[in-house]
């Protein structure tokens, strides 16, 4: 198992790096002067070329990404442009708003979509089967802000619950005001995407020779789902989750604007509106990075439920 765990960490490495190298090229390459957007269209060229000069803007571009990533590793990814200040302290504020999102979503769609998927599998073909699949496959295909929109219109505007967005601030029960909407929002569109692989993953499992040796053992039916056909079944799920939790920090753009919500993926749509450079790289690779520990963990779990892919050939 630390063998497996290792050669996943190195790998994870090799990965972040190739990722701060194409995240800061692409920034690199934006159109338009850092200088210009700080200061404003109406600034003397004299001043742009000075400002430019002081950012190290002008430098090649392998000592500008040395600078910048012997800083970042440290945790340090400079001064926001628009805001002049650390740009720390604001992408701080806008991952726990977006870890907060998606915490409730996760208590909300996770134990839905597996008893969801659960249920589908164990009566296939049947009614319950069919509805729980065409609902999934429904809510998955359906744009987020048409969701949101409806939401919206019913609890925020005609019944008055809950507001239409805003900051998750204040006591608890105001944040679950903020955040109920946004979170089922996400939560209907990710349904399908975690039922659909619980169910496939517990139909593989109840048709396998161990499931059926269990049986013949004499074993209950609950022993047999819970200890055999659950533990295999999750494996697909666990991957889909650790996808889905990427998503959940850095994209989630259109929810996070609609609802007014100052997370991650509102953070990184302003930063390259406003071509704040350090912003919006600082951000895309915090998204990579906790990506990458979600895919390691996921991996991680995999292995130990299933002993065949750490020690199997593949890395």
């Not at 533990?231 to 697909?236: D, E, F, G, H």
């Not at 990506?291 to 890395?315: C, E, K, Q, Y």
């Amino acid at each position: 198992m630390a063998r497996y765990v290792i050669r996943r960490l190195g790998l994870a490495v090799v990965t972040l790096f190739i990722l701060s190298v194409v995240v800061f090229v692409v920034a690199s390459v934006l159109p338009g002067s850092v200088g210009r957007a700080i200061l404003g269209p109406f600034a003397l060229q004299e001043s742009v070329d000075q400002i430019n000069k002081e950012l190290g803007v002008n430098g090649s571009l392998y000592s500008q990404y040395f600078r910048w990533i012997s800083h970042a590793v440290r945790g340090d990814f400079g001064d926001s442009y628009k805001f002049q200040g650390p740009v720390t302290d604001y992408l701080a504020s806008a991952f726990w708003s977006s870890t907060k999102l998606a915490v409730l979503t996760l208590i909300i769609v996770v134990p839905i979509g597996i008893l969801g998927g659960a249920i589908a599998a164990l009566r296939k073909d049947q009614a319950s089967d069919r509805i729980i699949t065409v609902t999934g496959l429904s809510l998955a295909v359906t744009p987020e802000f048409a969701i949101g929109i409806v939401l919206i219109l019913f609890f925020a505007v005609k019944l008055r619950w809950v507001p239409a967005g805003g900051s998750a601030d204040g006591s608890i029960i105001e944040q679950f005001k903020v955040l109920i909407l946004p979170a089922v929002t996400l939560s209907a569109t990710l349904f399908g995407y975690i039922a659909r692989m619980t169910r496939a993953g517990t139909i593989e499992a109840l048709a396998a020779d161990y499931t059926r040796t269990a049986e013949l053992k004499g074993l209950s039916r609950s022993r047999v789902l819970g200890v055999h056909v659950l533990r295999n079944a999750l494996l697909p799920t666990i991957a889909v989750l650790a996808s889905q939790m990427s998503y959940l920090l850095g994209g989630l753009l259109v929810t996070e604007t609609m609802f007014n919500y100052k997370g991650l993926g509102l953070l990184i749509a302003n930063a390259a509106n406003d071509r704040d450079i350090p912003m919006l790289m600082a951000a895309v690779f915090v998204v990579g990075t906790f990506a990458m520990i979600m895919t390691l963990i996921a991996d991680v779990i995999t292995a130990w439920l299933n002993p065949r892919i750490r020690f199997g050939s593949h890395v």
